[in-house]
C-alpha cells in the first residue's frame, strides 16, 4: 500500500523528520533507555574529574607565588648609627736626613787621595779628598810674582813722587803731577796683583775637599785616581741626627693638610708605631705629578736607615659622633650622591652628602638620620626592588 514502509515491523510506530507518523498525526517523542553504566566508563570519569581539580589547584598556587615576578634580593644592611669618627689620610714615605748635601769639586782634575769611606762620621771641615792642584799651583805662583813686581814698581813710584815733592817751588808743576800720577797707578797695579794672588790662593784651596756639615758619609761615587769636573757627584753627606718623613699628598687633599697634624707612622719591618707631627708643607703642587710635597717629623728621635719606607696615618679630623656609611653603599642620582635605605622590605634611594676621601667608610654630613637602615652595598640594587634582608 502507498504511504507505508513494508520494511518496518508492524505494531512500531515511525517518525518523520518533521515529528509526524505516516498518517500525519503529531506523535509524542520516542524515549529510548540509556544504556548501563560498566565499571570501567565510571573510572574514567573518576579520573576526568580529579585531573582538573589537581589543575584548579595549580593554577591557583601559580597565580598566588606569581613566579614570573621579581625574587626578593638578599642583601646585607646596617643601622646608621652615631659614634666617634677619626678622618685618616693613609700615605707612604720615605725616611730623609732634615740636612743632606750632595758634594761635587768647584774645579777639575784626577783625584789624587780620597780619605774618607762610606758610614765615616765627619765634622765640619773635615778633609775628604785631594785633586791634583799641580796646575792651579803654577797658576798661584805667576800671581805671586806678578804681585812682587807690581810692589816694586809702587815702591820706585813713591820714591819719585818724594823726591820731586822735596825739590818744592824748583820742580814745574807737570813734573809733580806726573810723578804723582805714576804714584797712584803703581798703587793700582799692586792692587790688581794682589787680587789675582787671593783668587789664585782661593782656587789652589778648592783642590782639597772638605766637609760643608758635620754628619755621616750616605755614599761615596769614586774613587782615587778618577778625574772629576764639576758635574761629578763625589759622595753625599747627611745629619743622622734629625730624620724626617718625606712623601707627596695628591693635589684632591692639598687644602686639608696643614703644618701641625699629627700622624701615626709606622717604619718598614716593625709592628709598633711612632707618634709624629706634619712639619712642612709646600705651598706648590707638582704640576708633571699632581703632588703635594709633605714632611713629617717624629716627636722622638728615631734611628733607622735613610730611604727606609714608612707609612704615615695623618689624622686630618676627628668628630665627636657622625654618621658613615661604606663606600660601597653610594650610588649616583640625579642630585648628586644617594644611598638606598629600606623601608618596608622595598629600597628607597635617598640623596646625601658625604666627605669625599679616600677611606673605606665615609662621613655623611646630609640625608641620613640615626636609625635608618642602609644597605651597603648597592651594586645592582633598584629603587623600590623587593629586597630581603640578610647576607647576600
Known amino acids: 500500500m502507498a504511504g507505508i514502509d513494508t520494511q518496518k515491523p508492524v505494531g512500531l510506530a515511525t517518525q518523520d523528520e518533521r515529528g ?42 601559580i597565580v598566588y607565588w606569581q613566579p614570573w615576578g621579581s625574587t626578593p634580593v ?6 646608621a648609627q652615631l659614634a666617634p669618627v677619626t678622618r685618616v689620610l693613609a ?41 791634583d792642584p799641580a796646575a792651579q799651583l803654577a797658576i798661584s805662583r805667576q800671581a805671586i810674582a806678578g804681585l812682587d813686581a807690581a810692589l816694586v814698581a809702587q815702591a820706585q813710584a813713591q ?13 814745574s808743576r807737570a813734573v809733580l803731577d806726573a810723578a804723582t800720577s805714576s804714584a797712584q797707578s803703581a798703587a793700582q797695579d799692586v792692587a790688581r796683583a794682589t787680587a789675582l794672588v787671593d783668587q789664585a790662593q782661593i782656587q789652589l784651596a778648592n783642590f782639597t775637599l772638605r766637609a760643608p756639615i758635620s754628619g755621616t758619609v750616605l755614599a761615596l761615587h769614586v774613587e782615587t785616581g778618577q778625574t772629576v769636573d764639576p758635574s761629578t757627584r763625589l759622595l753625599t753627606i747627611a745629619d743622622l ?28 719591618g716593625e709592628a709598633t708605631t711612632r707618634n709624629g707631627r706634619v712639619s712642612f708643607v709646600s705651598q706648590r703642587v707638582d704640576a708633571a705629578t699632581g703632588g703635594l710635597a709633605v714632611q713629617l717629623e717624629f716627636t722622638q728621635a728615631v734611628t733607622a736607615p735613610v730611604g727606609l719606607t714608612v707609612t704615615a696615618n695623618i689624622i686630618v679630623d676627628q668628630l665627636a659622633a ?20 629600606v623601608t618596608d622590605g622595598m629600597p ?7 666627605i669625599d676621601w679616600p677611606a673605606a667608610r665615609l662621613v655623611v654630613t646630609d640625608g641620613l638620620v640615626p636609625g635608618d637602615r642602609v644597605i651597603t652595598d648597592a651594586t645592582g640594587i633598584s629603587h623600590g626592588q623587593a629586597v630581603r634582608m640578610g647576607q647576600p
Open 348 to 354: 628607597q634611594s635617598r640623596a646625601v652628602k658625604v
Open 20 to 61: 509526524l507518523s505516516p498518517d500525519g498525526a503529531m506523535q509524542l517523542p520516542i524515549v529510548r533507555p540509556a544504556p548501563p553504566v560498566t565499571k570501567e566508563a565510571a573510572g574514567h570519569k573518576g579520573w576526568l574529574w580529579a585531573g582538573g581539580v589537581a589543575l584548579l589547584v595549580a593554577s591557583a598556587t
Open 241 to 268: 741626627t734629625g730624620l724626617v718623613v718625606e712623601t707627596d699628598v695628591d693635589e684632591a687633599y692639598a687644602t686639608q693638610i696643614r703644618a701641625g697634624l699629627p700622624a701615626v707612622l709606622r717604619l718598614a
Open 159 to 171: 820714591a819719585t813722587l818724594a823726591r820731586t815733592a822735596a825739590l818744592g817751588a824748583n820742580v
Open 74 to 79: 638578599p642583601v646585607a644592611t646596617e643601622v
Open 91 to 131: 700615605v707612604n714615605g720615605r725616611l730623609a736626613a732634615l740636612q743632606s748635601v750632595d758634594l761635587r769639586p768647584q774645579v777639575s782634575g784626577p783625584l789624587i787621595a780620597v780619605t774618607v769611606a762610606e758610614g765615616d762620621i765627619l765634622r765640619a771641615g773635615d778633609e775628604l779628598a785631594r785633586i
Open 322 to 341: 657622625a654618621l658613615t656609611v661604606p663606600r660601597a653603599a653610594l650610588v649616583p642620582t640625579d642630585a648628586g650622591t644617594g644611598v638606598f635605605v
